[in-house]
């Protein structure tokens, strides 16, 4: 049976642990609200594009833009990995590891956290390339991560490209995701969205925003498309636009769900740590109180022989 002295010293290193998960629970809650509003108000924007997507596909005779349909006779697949740089958030980078190794041997990666390049590189997969972005999610960053893939699927080095990334659904739920982004004539675009977590209500707000503000537009008159100024102007600002945005979103999400399951995890931590307290304090007060009896049964026996 340990002594008191073990007991109190494992108490208080338990204290300490608790206060630090404690810490860790409310900075990312405080990062959690952030990220989680950030992912929710670009969703209207990305199932505007995706509507405008699919009505280029469903009413389009042919489509002549590059991004449309790869040119690679050999199939190359290629994978976009969204994952954390730092650990202490659940089951998150783990449910996401498992969708990679059902991936095929030959699968190229191009990785965005060092949690998944450092599961790669154990996993001795193909890794083309790294990118590292600060904390906060900024545009002009994760552009250049799509233009490199863009790049890389106008080259022909690879002829497919699927994102695999936290799919944002509420604070207690992550779903690991794996969507399909180039060529976009093989997207299966849905009115739910390629996203998958739109409700009633994004959708509405959806339909509802004007379109993309620039020098193109697209017109619906009984059922024919008019594009102005032409179909390949509409074409050319299109389709990199949601590329770059749909992988800037998918990022978003990724980035709320990292926080949210942090959060959760710290919350499980602390109350664990607070219990475990309660279950040593116990023990601590049986050991010294078996103590304290068994000091009183000796000086009761000391008196009795004394007598």
């Known amino acids: 049976m340990p002594s008191t002295r073990d007991i109190r010293r494992r108490i208080k290193s338990v204290k300490s642990t608790s206060l630090i998960t404690k810490a860790m ?7 959690m609200s952030k990220a989680q509003e950030q992912a929710m108000q670009g969703r209207p924007f990305a199932l505007q594009l995706e509507k405008m997507l699919k009505d280029i596909g469903a009413n389009a005779l042919e489509v002549e833009h590059p991004l449309w349909k790869n040119k690679g006779l050999n199939d190359r697949p290629c994978v976009l990995l969204i994952s954390t740089d730092k650990g202490l958030c659940g089951g998150l980078n783990a449910n996401l590891f498992r969708e990679v190794n059902a991936l095929p041997k030959e699968t190229a990666f191009v990785t965005i956290g060092r949690r998944g390049k450092q599961f790669l590189a154990r996993s001795k997969r193909n890794l083309l390339a790294d990118f590292e972005l600060g904390e906060k999610v900024m545009f002009t960053e994760v552009k250049k991560v799509s233009e490199y893939l863009t790049d890389l699927f106008l080259k022909g080095e690879i002829t497919s490209l699927n994102v695999v990334y936290s799919q944002f659904v509420n604070t207690l739920v992550q779903k690991p995701s794996s969507e399909p982004l180039l060529p976009l004539a093989d997207l299966s675009i849905t009115d739910a969205g390629l996203l998958g977590v739109a409700n009633s209500k994004n959708k509405e707000a959806a339909e509802e925003a004007p379109a993309p503000a620039g020098d193109v537009a697209i017109s619906n008159i009984d059922a024919g498309f008019i594009y102005e100024p032409s179909e390949e102007a509409v074409e050319s600002k299109l389709f990199p636009t949601y590329v770059n945005f749909q992988v800037y979103h998918m990022l978003l999400e990724a ?12 919350k499980n931590a602390t109350d664990n740590a607070k219990q475990l307290i309660k279950d040593l304090t116990l023990e601590y007060n049986k050991v010294r109180q078996s103590s304290i009896t068994n000091e009183i049964l000796e000086i009761a026996a000391a008196q009795m022989a004394s007598n």
């Open 25 to 31: 629970q409310m900075v990312a809650a405080s990062k």
């Open 255 to 266: 980035r709320a769900s990292e926080h949210s399951a942090r959060m959760v995890a710290m």
